[in-house]
Every structure is written in C-alpha cells, then in structure tokens.
C-alpha cells in the first residue's frame, strides 16, 4: 500500500502512514508461517505468480506531489529524521517538476519532507509533508543491482527487533566479466550510500570480484576511500548444506563486526545475493535469534528477484518458465535437480543440517563461531557486542554449577548446584531445572538435588536456550537380607533366585505419599515417615491415637509360590518403654489370594517395647499363595508403634547344609537405600533383589 501526498505551497500535511513493504512481499510473509505447515514445501512461487506492475525484490514508494512554481531555476527535495532538516538527504530535481517518488525509508522512523524552489535567488517551500513508515522488511531499490534488503526488523533474541541499517546483503554492483555486463548507475550509487553503507564485503571468487575498490566508494581529502572493501572468495558452490566445512564464513562475519565497530555499516554479497550471501545471511540472523520461520522466509525472499531466480535465462521466457513452476523441487529453466540454485527448491534440506533447539538455531549458530574452524574463530567478547548491538539483548553465554557433568549420589544425599548465570547482567537471566525423572532424583528450582532411588536422572539447566545436562547415578542395592535362615533347628541358605517377591510396601516421595498394598497413601493410612535422631536415615511412626474401632492401618501382600519355604521379617519399637506383649494388632497371613482371612494360617504376633526388636518368621507356603501383613491400631495415649526393615526371602532346604551366621542380618538399608550399622535404620524390599526407594 502507498499515500499519494499533493501538496499547495507553504501547506503542511500531518503525519502519513506508509507501509514499506510492497503489497504480495507483505502478503508473503504474513499469509502462513513455516512454524505450522510443511517446511518440505515452498510456498513463495504461490507469490511470485501473483499479478504485478512493479519489482518483487523492490519497495513500493512514497509518491510525492506538490505544485511548484512557475519558472523556478532550480528544485530541491529535502528528506530528514528531523523537523529541523539537520543531515537531509538532498535530491536535486528539475526546475518544473512537480512528483517524486521516495524509496528506501527505515519502518518505525518519522521522516519530514519539503520541496525548496529557487527563482531569482529566492528559496520558497512548496510542498512538505510527514511520513511514518510500517511494516517490517526493508528492501532496497538501487538501480544496477537487485536482491538488495536490511537485515533489520526480523524478530531476534528475546523477541527484540533486529536494527534496521547496520547490515545489508544484495547481489553484485559491478560485474564487467559478466556476460550481461551489470553495472551498479550513478542513481544506484547514490542510493546504497543513502541507506549509510560504509563497507562492502564481496563474497565472490577472484575471477569474479575484478576490483578491490567499492563501486559505490568516493576518494576523501587524503586521497583514500570512504567506503572500506574486501573480498573474501568463497566457491560459487558454497550452500548452507557446506556452511560448516570451512572457515569463510568465521572470517567474513568477524570482518563485519569490525567493520560495525568502526561505525560503518555493511553491504555483504555475492553474485545474486543467493547462496553464498543467503549463507551468511542465514547465519547472522540465527546468531541473532531468527527463527526458523523467519530464516526460512528471509532465505527464500531471493526468489522475489527474477533477475537472481532466473540467472541463467534472464529473458522473458525464462521469466515465463520460472513463473510456471509450481512448487517442484528442481531447476524450472534446466528441467532437472538443479535445486541449489534455486532458493526455494531445496531450502529446507540445507537448513536443517542444523538441528534447531525449541525453533531456533542461535546457541548451535553462536558455538559455531566461537568454537571456529581451522583455528579461525571469533571471541565470546566480540560476539557479545555484535548481539547486544544488533538486538540490544545481553545473551547467557554460560552456566556454572558446583559438581561435575557425572555424579553419584546415594538414595537421601542431597547436593546443591549454586548455579551462576554469566555475565550477570543477561537479560534473561531465570533458570530452569529439571529432573528426567522425580522418582530417582528431584531437583528445587534453586538447583539443590536430592536423591531418591536407584537409577540414573539427568537434571537439565536451561539458562537462554544454554542448557546443561548434569547425569545423576543413584546407585541400586543389592538387598542386604539374610543369607541363612534357621528352619527346624538348621541354618538353610536364603535362595538367590528369588529373594524378595513383590513386597508392597512402596516408598513414592520424600516424608510422605507411601503406597500401601491397597493403594493408600501413608498418609491417609495415619503413618508417617520419622528420621532417626540426628540422622537422614527413616523409619515409619504410626500417629493414629484411637481404639480398636480406628480405620488406619497398612495391609501389605506378597507373593509366594506354593510348598515353598520363607523368611519374613521386620523391625519394630514403641516410641515410648511401653512393654507391648503379642499386639494382636499385628497380623501376618499366611493364605490363598482371595480367601477370606478367617481362612490363614496366622502367624504369632510378637512382644517389643522402646527397643528395637527384629522380628522373624519361618514358614512353608503349602497351599498358600499369598502374604498378608496387616498393622493397624497402632498408638494408644500418646504411645506409636515403630517400623522398619521388612524383608521376604525364599529358603532352600537342602541336605547337608552347614550353619555359617546368624539367621539375622547383621546391617541394615534405610528408607532411603542406604546401608546402615544395626538398629539405626530399615529397609524396603520390592519384587526382587533390588532396594526401591522411589
């Protein structure tokens, strides 16, 4: 869209509205974004093939009008960021004029304009007029060249926007060993010096890059020049597919950011501003925190430009065989799987040889650089500076935590990360962390670990898309029940194959949440989980204080196998010296799944007091299929019931079997897994060999 402006002489218009971007480039990108449809498909031909009068590659302008004076001897247009016309660009028109169209304008800025005649000497203000550009790309209309754009507006880092006339990437300006002799017009000139370029880097091969001046360079009072040029060659087969294979595009950018420090913004290109400028384009935009949407979009624009899309037949009909291709991968003017030359045949494969992480390329973009290639690289100090100077956003450049990349910790040690975020000043600066998995170990938000059970946890801190990944071992632990068990009168070796059958006690979460056999939390079963004085290490406290007819209580089942032997135990205490002699609270149930429990066998309950007591039943299964261990009941005025270390084994009776230690075991594992001296700590058994703490 564009505003015709006619202005009567000495009258002011208020400010217009003008959107930069001509109207299918605006259609382009704002119809669809690459985030939600097939980025295995190009859609900008859909575009290219619309109806139009006027240059894809190029801006729509703002159409000025005015009435001059009549036999004026000269006209001037004056074009400023300021109301008082401080640094105007000057444009000399004819004396009778009275239209101008204004191209190359930054979105966002507020521009003033006025139209001075000369007549005898005299200097009256026949038109002016404000303009405020919208829109977000930028491109550029210079006569002699074509594919000309500023990087600035895209979204960048933190969603701030790129700045608009630092960096600027296009075709060639001047080509005389081309077979269409392309040379950049004086208009042209006047324009890419315009827009502020101060420094051309031409990425073009020896042969094809004839001069080591810029074309759009002016001789200053010392006989220098005031436009800075280099040529770093790169082969016309350089892709984003073989970005990484060389050092070129370390070099070309690190020339950049010292061409921006010098205060000179930068016109970059090859050929047609395709594949070797679309590289580097791709590039900087993802260290600048472009996404892929946007990436793919800015990389596909070069098809806007006919003369670049159909370089090797920039003819009518090869304007019309490209305006036919509908989409297809491959060349339209060769008819076969020349696809690299075409931007939007096979955009796709070339960028994702860059894996993206959560839609953007920036971390993997920035260690690419300060990482280098061939001892070429670009320091973190440069590379920070250029981001702060390109999207005025202060990135994390590292995380530190106090451990290593590999840990281990036993079931209840706790650790603490002390994560710092570097520099202190990043402008997103939160971190995150995660545990892969909560039931081997947690992790607070402030960075302090805990483990909880057997297994391995990664624990990731994200700091701005820089994350770090911490491997958590929490070591597994044989089951440390007794080896022998005495079965009338002999010591009988505890089996190995079969040590522990699906015990269900199951230790869910740090001080609470048990599962009993039923599915209750401990909670609710009115049991909670106590520490040892002065320890880690914990055992289970009944805190129920009623009578026979209280609800809570834990029911627990095992499995057993039919005319097996067994050894059930457990430890138990008052919290008080309060002598218990056979709670008959405390049932263990020898029987068939079920069954009515009027039909077990049950087993003798025992007598404990403040003490520790260790418990131990030896039975034969016969029948029977299933262990029910009931604890109800358990505190009475002001007096709990303690529990801990419960274990089944299966016995073997072979003959001959010589007693080698006591029945009982003579350490012990904690709630936690750990293993513990007698007396100061329990342990859960699972459905196997291995101690669950989770």
């Not at 790309?137 to 960048?156: C, E, I, Q």
């Not at 016309?236 to 690190?254: C, H, P, S, T």
Request: aromatic content about 10%; some cysteine.
């Amino acid at each position: 869209m564009f505003v015709a402006l006619t202005i009567l002489a000495g009258q002011t218009y208020a400010q217009v509205i003008y959107n930069v971007e001509n109207d299918i480039t605006h259609a382009y990108l704002n119809d669809f974004s690459y985030d939600t449809v097939s980025l295995d498909k190009s859609f900008i031909m859909d575009y290219f093939n619309m109806p139009h009068d006027y240059r894809l590659d190029a801006p729509r302008p703002v159409s000025l009008a005015w009435t001059g004076q009549a036999g004026a001897d000269s006209q001037r247009l004056e074009v400023s960021e300021s109301s008082d016309y401080a640094d105007a660009l000057v444009f000399a028109l004819n004396p009778d004029s009275s239209r101008y169209d204004l191209y190359n304008m930054i979105p966002g800025n507020t521009y003033y304009w006025r139209v001075v005649s000369t007549k005898s000497g005299t200097e009256t203000v026949v038109g002016s007029g404000q303009i405020q550009p919208v829109g977000m790309l930028r491109m550029v209309l210079a006569d002699g060249t074509w594919n000309v754009r500023d990087m600035g507006g895209w979204p960048g880092l933190g969603g701030h926007s790129i700045k608009y006339g630092m960096i600027f990437r296009g075709a060639q300006l001047i080509a005389p060993k081309s077979p269409f002799n392309v040379l950049l017009s004086e208009s042209g000139i006047e324009a890419m010096r315009n827009v502020g370029i101060r420094a051309e880097l031409d990425l073009r091969s020896s042969s094809q890059a004839p001069s080591s001046v810029s074309a759009i360079a002016k001789m200053n009072a010392a006989g220098g020049y005031d436009v800075d040029f280099r040529n770093i060659s790169e082969s016309v087969n350089a892709r984003m597919l073989n970005f990484d294979k060389n050092d070129a595009n370390i070099r070309e950018l690190q020339w950049v950011i010292d061409e921006l420090k010098a205060g000179k913004p930068v016109f970059y290109h090859c050929q047609n501003g395709a594949d070797r400028t679309g590289t580097l384009g791709f590039l900087i935009g993802a260290l600048l925190g472009m996404n892929e949407s946007d990436l793919a979009k800015d990389y596909e624009l070069t098809t806007f430009c006919e003369a670049a899309a159909a370089k090797f037949d920039p003819t009518e009909k090869g304007f019309a065989r490209l305006r036919n291709y509908e989409g297809k991968k491959g060349s339209p003017l060769s008819g076969g799987d020349n696809a690299d030359e075409y931007k939007y045949a096979k955009l796709v494969e070339k960028m994702r040889t860059v894996a993206p992480v959560n839609g953007t390329y920036q971390r993997k973009i920035y260690d690419f650089f300060k990482n280098g290639k061939n001892g070429t690289k670009i320091s973190e100090e440069d590379l920070a500076w250029f981001i702060k100077e390109m999207v005025d956003y202060v990135m994390v450049r590292d995380v530190t935590y106090d451990g290593s990349a590999e840990m281990i910790l036993k079931s209840g040690q706790t650790h603490n990360l002390n994560i710092k975020v570097i520099p202190q000043d990043a402008t997103n600066p939160e971190v995150s962390v995660r545990s892969s998995d909560e039931s081997v170990a947690t992790v607070t938000e402030n960075g302090v670990i805990t483990a909880v059970r057997g297994g391995t946890a990664r624990i990731t801190i994200k700091a701005d898309d820089l994350i770090r990944t911490i491997t958590v071992e929490v070591p597994e632990i044989e089951s440390e029940i007794p080896d022998y068990a005495l079965y009338n009168n002999i010591s009988c070796p505890v089996s190995n194959s079969s040590r522990v059958v699906n015990g269900s006690f199951e230790y869910v979460d740090p001080y609470y949440n048990w599962l009993s056999g039923t599915g209750n939390k401990l909670s609710d079963a009115a049991f909670d989980l106590k520490n040892y004085d002065g320890e880690i290490y914990r055992y289970l406290e009944s805190r129920i204080d009623g009578d026979e007819t209280s609800e809570g209580s834990i029911v627990t089942d095992w499995r057993l196998t039919k005319n097996k032997n067994y050894v059930f135990g457990y430890k138990i205490r008052n919290s008080t010296d309060l002598v218990t002699e056979s709670n008959s609270n405390l049932k263990a149930l020898v029987m068939v799944k079920d069954a009515p429990e009027s039909n077990a066998t049950v087993l003798d309950a025992p007598s404990y007091d403040g003490n520790w007591t260790d418990v131990q039943y030896i039975f034969n299964s016969g029948s029977n299929n299933r262990l029910r261990i009931v604890f109800t009941h358990l505190s009475q005025n002001g007096n709990n019931i303690c529990l801990d270390d419960f274990y089944l084994s299966e016995i073997d009776l072979s003959a001959g079997v010589t007693p080698v230690r006591s029945a009982v075991n003579t350490d012990a594992y904690d709630l936690n897994g750990r293993r513990v001296e007698p007396d100061s700590g329990g342990i859960l058994i699972i459905d196997g060999k291995k101690v669950l703490n989770r």
